[in-house]
């Protein structure tokens, strides 16, 4: 692991903050800095890190989380699959166009996973090549993860146009 | 979703007009659950085929930030509730993860044993449903008939068959009895033979190994680069496991006692080969890990102030008592580090695991899920293309992909 710190200090100096929690070790990019570099900095660990698993892509909500800068964060979890290390790339992402740089590219496995996070939380991926809705509805206009988001809804449950047979 | 809405129009142009679109599911015999295909066709050859995902989205990641770190356990039961319990001490390691928990060697083992017993359960279902897909009712009965006996273990130790929500924060439910090690025992004892059943009807059974050969190849780099974990990821040759890898709980002690399977074909026939071996594997793992039982109490020490006290401690003594109330109050509970944690464990479809975010709060702030079925079913499409209609069935059934999972 310090190996792959040390290639990202030289490559990507003043980009990102490092945290670490347990055995989990956090790369975090800021989100004036994450759409310039979250790519470049997910492809160096592939390429050169040997991170070659994308293990997974979470969307977070900070809206009101003690001390948080930015709203929105996308942890990239990786996994190196000879070495079995584990690294976390977190981009930070601000209201009102939340948007980074689509991992697509570098890994299919991040297709399904940013529409998911597009999906709940609107953050839109650049370059993603269909991005749509993909759990809920195409007409949905929310993102129910959003810490702004009720959990009981917004009455859209109730509101579902009704088709009768002869409609369909 | 109207299929006008669809990425699928674009690609059956005019001069294409031969392409039909085939509308499969969400209500399908083959599709077990509710998940909806739409595939384009040139005759009996699929062109393209475009899942439609959702019908099951229930908000259980939502749920997950509005119940607390015991109360969710039911939710994730419900999400592969083909192997229930895996997922239970899934949630449970990251959160003891988080709250800097070390459960008690019982506990680890009774975990490891009854998560084994749920991987076997999944993968019986898996290939039998696989099986029954395929026209091989008998292999489905046999499959069933042991996961009946899967299902009375559960029972015994937890009351509940199909959702125990036996794993608490800092342990179990409660301690099992003599009972359970002696239905585990037997279930160990006669399991081999209904396996070699299995293994007798299906292994060199000629439909079904022309119905899986060569069906749904995935190849090792593109298992890799598509996040496939699990058996999906083992059958095209990628050695990743992490009960060897990352060892966890009682893992460390067994690692003797079992190997990871691997195959290198990476169609449907060496995803069922890796199932059906990985179930021995577990068989293996049970086998040494209820023989050494460690004795001692199954929960971390009440003084932690971490897990519900027994019922006895809660009415006989002012120890236990107060420990209840402050787990019970919804504004007293645990108080993580505002941090955040990932962990993952092996369960029988891959990797599962929770992105945990905790603002010190008894509640996660985002309690996310990596859902194996999810990621494999976005390999789907491409493991479809230029087969046949009559392989749909064949390559879902060794995705084993559970739609509960898959919306959550």
Redesign the interface.
């Known amino acids: 692991m310090p190996g792959t710190m040390d290639t990202l200090l030289a490559k990507f100096p003043g980009a990102f903050t490092i945290a670490a929690?347990?055995d989990?070790a956090r790369v975090e990019i800021p989100a004036d800095k994450a759409p310039g570099v979250l790519f470049a900095v997910l492809k160096c660990l592939k390429d050169e890190c040997g991170f070659?698993?994308?293990?997974?892509v979470?969307?977070?909500?900070y809206l009101n989380?003690?001390?948080a800068a930015d709203r929105y964060a996308v942890?990239y979890?990786l996994a190196n699959?000879k070495t079995?290390q584990?690294l976390?790339v977190k981009a930070f992402a601000n209201d009102p166009d939340p948007e980074l740089p689509s991992a697509v590219p570098l890994?299919?496995?991040?297709?399904?996973?940013e529409r998911?996070v597009y999906d709940?939380f609107g953050v839109v991926f650049a370059g993603h090549p269909?991005l749509?809705?993909?759990?809920?509805?195409?007409e949905f206009t929310s993102y129910?993860?959003r810490k702004d988001y009720p959990?009981r809804g917004l009455g859209e449950r109730h509101n579902f146009p009704t088709i009768t047979r002869a409609e369909s | 979703?109207p299929v006008e809405?669809l990425?699928i129009a674009d690609e059956a142009g005019a001069d294409q007009e031969f392409l039909y679109t085939l509308n499969f599911g969400p209500q399908h015999p083959a599709t077990h659950t509710t998940l909806r295909l739409i595939l384009t066709l040139d005759g009996e050859t699929i062109v393209k085929a475009v899942p439609d995902?959702?019908f099951l989205?229930s908000?259980f990641?939502?749920?997950g930030?509005?119940l607390d770190f015991n109360q969710y356990v039911t939710i994730v039961d419900r999400m592969n509730y083909i192997s229930p319990f895996a997922n239970e001490v899934s949630w449970h390691h990251t959160v003891e993860?988080l709250l800097?928990i070390e459960v008690t060697p019982r506990c680890k083992y009774l975990r490891v044993i009854l998560a084994e017993l749920a991987r076997i359960s999944d993968h019986l279902l898996c290939v039998g449903a696989a099986a029954l897909d395929l026209g091989a009712l008998t292999a489905f009965l046999y499959a069933f008939n042991e996961r009946e006996k899967i299902y009375n273990v559960f029972e015994a130790a937890s009351g509940q068959r199909f959702h125990p929500g036996f794993s608490r924060v800092g342990g179990l439910m409660n301690d099992i009895t003599d009972d359970v090690v002696g239905l585990i025992r037997h279930f160990v004892n006669t399991f081999p033979k209904a396996h070699a059943d299995v293994v007798r009807l299906l292994n060199r059974n000629r439909i079904f190994v022309d119905r899986t050969k060569g069906i749904g190849v995935l190849s090792k780099d593109?298992a890799?680069?598509?996040?496939?974990?699990g058996p999906v990821a083992r059958a095209s040759g990628?050695v990743?496991d992490l009960r060897k890898?990352?060892p966890y709980l009682a893992y460390p002690d067994l690692q003797s006692a079992f190997k990871v399977v691997c195959a290198t074909g990476g169609d449907c026939y060496a995803r069922y080969l890796v199932r059906m071996e990985e179930i021995v594997e577990s068989v293996n793992i049970i086998r040494a890990a209820v023989e050494n039982i460690p004795a001692g109490p199954v929960n971390v020490a009440l003084n932690d102030k971490v897990t519900i006290p027994d019922k006895t401690a809660t009415y006989r003594s002012i120890e236990g008592l107060i420990q209840h109330f402050e787990l019970f109050m919804w504004n007293r509970q645990w108080t993580p580090?505002?941090?955040?944690?990932?962990a993952?464990t092996e369960t029988a479809n891959g990797?599962l695991?929770y992105?945990v975010?905790s603002?010190?709060g008894p509640r996660a702030?985002?309690a996310?899920t990596?859902p194996p079925s999810?990621?494999h079913?976005?390999v789907f499409p491409q493991l479809m293309e230029g087969h046949q209609i009559s392989d749909v069935p064949a390559v879902l059934g060794s995705l084993n992909i559970i739609a509960a999972e898959l919306?959550?």
């Open positions: 929690f347990k989990n070659d698993f994308l293990v997974d979470a969307g977070i909500d989380y003690p001390n942890v979890a699959t079995a584990r976390f890994w299919k496995g991040a297709d399904w996973m998911e709940m269909d749509r809705r993909i759990l809920m509805p195409a129910p993860l959990l | 979703m809405s990425p995902i959702g989205h908000g990641e939502k749920l930030e509005d993860k800097g593109e890799i680069n598509t996040s496939c974990s990628v990743r890898d990352e580090p505002v941090n955040e944690v990932y993952a990797e695991g992105y975010v603002d010190g702030w985002r996310r990596r999810f990621i079913f976005a919306d959550r």
